[in-house]
DNA sequence: CGAAAGGCTCTTTTT
DNA sequence: GAGCCTTTCG
């Protein structure tokens, strides 16, 4: 087939474009993925390029999941010999090729969020720092972002800057010296050490230079220093690297992402073709224009001439609720009206959020009108406690040096070996300078013959470690021969931790989560023991959530800002648009947190195709406390005639709004109804034991009445309906005595 | 040693 | 509201 047909001519600039720099500036809904996987299809059907010398860096697993079927439609079997994943995949599978060259043994375990905050907390406290002084996340960040920098600990330390970086350099160390101890890497090791590497061994550089003809990596915006090292690093022979973003969608900064890096990407190949993606296909005009108006108040930023030939469709409605549980619950019921109609099905409707606690109560009322929908994150499968439990037992026979894994499991099942031994365990391994495990392989090579070490260990306490540490021997032993199932169903087994689930708390469920891993383990099966124990930690470790969005089934979609980059959907809901959420409050004294805030919205806007809905609450508990809030100064860069106009005007702004409120809510045959806002004062002021009627309440008595802002928070029993929370001045209240 | 209860803090986003 | 930590009691 024609690789370049169906393409735009822009479009087809970018695949043709094979040899040099290439900067693609793609626009939202502009058809990159497209452009990138027909590139791809074009340098192995066209150019002849082996499959083999072509790395294409994806942002997640799922998008390289993806492209890799795209291919297979284009190119059929050759796909697969592409190297083909996320930088940290690519880095772990250098690593563990080549990582011997600096000293990192192919065995080592790559530690997620959790394990490293573990060990972050370990090491402070080692060496004294109070952690309510010092927060172990604040830390753990420094070092993060030390690490995206290519400082060593060494490096930091002559940085010097502040007080607080003082501390985190003596963190630092420690946490390093820790890691390599455990043989453990943890995220951002898998990219600076892999750079490392490189810098070390020019040889080991250059046969992977030589390997990769072409590099591709997509969402370029959002790769940080390190990342993008790496890539100078690979293309340095050749010099043919393309990358593909769009600084309006650059959200990622907090995890050190620079947006400057498409700027360094121009100054270092100055000879760069430069290719602008401009047209969207993906939404309709009002959508787009929606967008183009958030985003073109940002400052810091190039204009863009995005436009589109779709129809101008549907106007976008901004919708205001009175709580956080009336919001989620006219989104499901918004949600069924179109389905109802025919409007749209389950699965082409989104809702998007920007934190994952928002996520709760917009689930209880899905599950509450038994609406089907699938939350992106949710616990995360790899975070439950079960699952993390096996897979630290499964780590700890594939590495006994991890320690945060020992740590994890030593008394889980509990054996009696408590928190007063375990300190004993860790003060003894420092003092002789070894890990926890190699001095329980001390303590358990020797039992009670008399050159046994000394060891501040009660004679029981020393026993029962022991014990312990001669099951995981066993095991170790038997993985070098058994199969991967097999290993999986003996840990489980022999360790007591399927009795230990069955007798505690959701026992049923959580042995379903470890079927469910088992489940992942057979995919790994047919590598063979040992390979297969290592590839199997290996998937876990770098698995994120959208990796398991599943878009075959027909649900709605309950997904974050963050996660939503890259998806489309006909109809999206972006709810809590509100000051302090959207853009939150965190970036407030920040401006270029701020304007991330605004790509933000401009990413989740720009998902949609047909239908656009912006939702706040009126009131919203944050924190355990419910506060009035005020609407997202994002809505106010919204001209008027974009947004459809059944709701009332909120003074002194262009902002239309449309407030759905339960009570007031019309019969289902009568069209919207828009509310009329009771200015306050018309009402005698009520007080408590006053009787009220409510027009969906009925009868009730006042319990309190409390001033906020310029309005009265009134507090009723109702008769049928129990105690509810109104403001007085929407809340449609009759006095009746 | 371990379970349970109480008290504290702090909340963004994730490979 | 939740998760973490500390304290307390058995």
Wanted: charged share 25%.
């Amino acid at each position: 087939m024609d690789v370049l047909a169906e393409l735009n001519p822009a479009q087809r600039e970018a695949v043709e474009a094979i040899s040099g720099p290439v900067l693609i500036l793609a626009g939202p809904g502009s058809g990159k993925t497209r452009v990138i996987t027909h590139r791809v299809a074009y340098l192995i059907t066209v150019c002849g390029v082996s499959p083999l010398r072509i790395m294409a860096v994806t942002f997640t697993n799922k998008a390289a999941r993806e492209m890799a079927e795209r291919l297979f439609n284009l190119v059929s079997g050759s796909a697969e010999q592409l190297t083909l994943g996320t930088f940290h995949a690519i880095c772990a599978r250098i690593l563990r090729q080549d990582g011997r060259a600096l000293s990192i043994d192919p065995r080592y375990v790559i530690y997620d969020a959790d394990d490293q905050q573990r060990l972050l907390k370990r090491a402070m406290q080692e060496i004294g720092i109070d952690p309510k002084q010092y927060a172990p996340p604040a830390v753990g960040a420094a070092i993060s972002w030390a690490k995206s920098h290519m400082l060593a600990p060494a490096d930091y330390v002559r940085r010097g800057r502040s007080y607080f970086e003082e501390i985190v350099s003596r963190c630092y160390e420690r946490y390093q010296q820790l890691l390599t101890e455990s043989n453990a890497l943890d995220f951002d090791d898998l990219l600076m050490k892999t750079v490392q590497l490189f810098q070390k061994s020019p040889d080991i550089l250059s046969r992977y230079q030589s390997r990769y003809l072409h590099i591709l990596v997509d969402e370029f915006q959002d790769t940080n220093l390190v990342q993008y090292e790496l890539v100078k690093q690979l293309a340095a022979g050749h010099r043919n690297i393309c990358v593909v973003g769009d600084p309006d969608q650059s959200i990622y900064s907090w995890r050190s992402a620079d947006l400057r890096n498409i700027l360094s990407f121009e100054s270092d190949y100055p000879d760069a073709k430069i290719v602008l993606l401009e047209q969207n296909y993906r939404s309709t005009k009002t959508i787009l224009d929606t967008a183009s108006s958030v985003i073109s108040a940002n400052a810091q930023r190039k204009p863009k001439n995005l436009w589109t030939d779709n129809e101008a469709g549907e106007l976008a409605r901004v919708v205001e609720t009175y709580t956080e549980q009336e919001e989620a619950q006219f989104v499901v019921s918004e949600i069924e009206r179109l389905v109802d109609v025919g409007e749209a099905r389950l699965g082409d409707c989104s809702v998007m959020y920007r934190t994952n606690a928002q996520s709760r109560v917009i689930e209880e009322a899905f599950i509450r009108y038994g609406v089907p929908y699938k939350l992106v994150a949710g616990t995360r499968f790899y975070e439950r406690r079960e699952v993390k439990d096996v897979i630290a037992y499964l780590r700890l026979v594939h590495n006994p040096q991890d320690t945060v894994s020992l740590m994890r499991i030593v008394n889980v099942p509990g054996r009696g070996i408590g928190q007063q031994t375990l300190a004993r365990l860790s003060e003894w391994a420092r003092s002789l300078g070894i890990a926890p495990s190699e001095a329980l392989r001390l303590l358990a090579g020797s039992p009670e013959s008399d050159n046994a070490p000394e060891h501040p260990f009660s004679p029981r306490a020393a026993r029962l470690l022991a014990d312990f540490w001669t099951m995981v021997g066993d095991l170790m032993a038997r993985s070098r021969e058994m199969d991967l199932i097999a290993l999986f169903d003996t840990v489980v087994e022999s360790t007591g931790y399927r009795d230990y689930l069955a007798s505690g708390e959701g026992g049923e469920e959580r042995w379903e989560n470890i079927l469910e891993l088992r489940g992942v383990a057979q995919e790994y099966r047919h590598l063979g023991p040992s390979e297969g124990l290592a590839a199997l930690l290996e998937g876990v470790a770098l698995v994120s959530d959208v990796d398991s969005l599943d878009e075959t089934t027909d649900r709605v979609t309950l997904i974050t800002l963050h996660q939503a980059k890259g998806l489309e959907f006909p109809v999206v809901f972006i709810v809590g648009m509100e000051e302090r959420l959207l853009p939150h409050i965190r970036s407030f004294d920040d401006p270029a947190q701020m304007e991330e805030e605004r790509r933000l919205c401009y990413v989740g806007i720009t998902r949609a195709k047909r239908r656009l809905y912006l939702v706040y609450s009126f009131r919203r508990t944050l924190m355990g406390s419910s506060t009035l809030t005020r609407p997202s100064r994002f809505l106010e860069d919204i001209p008027r005639h974009l947004i459809s106009t059944p709701g009332w005007w909120q003074e002194g702004t262009d902002r239309v709004t449309e407030a759905v409120y339960s009570w007031n809510r019309p019969p289902s045959d009568a069209p919207d109804r828009p509310r009329e806002p009771v200015v306050p004062g018309e009402l005698p002021h009520l007080k408590a034991g006053d009787h009220v009627r409510h027009t969906q309440f009925g009868e009730g008595v006042v319990v309190s009445c409390k001033e906020v802002r310029d309005d009265s928070e009134v507090t009723v029993a109702f008769v049928d309906q129990g105690v509810k929370r109104l403001l007085l001045s929407y809340a449609g209240l009759t006095k009746t005595s």
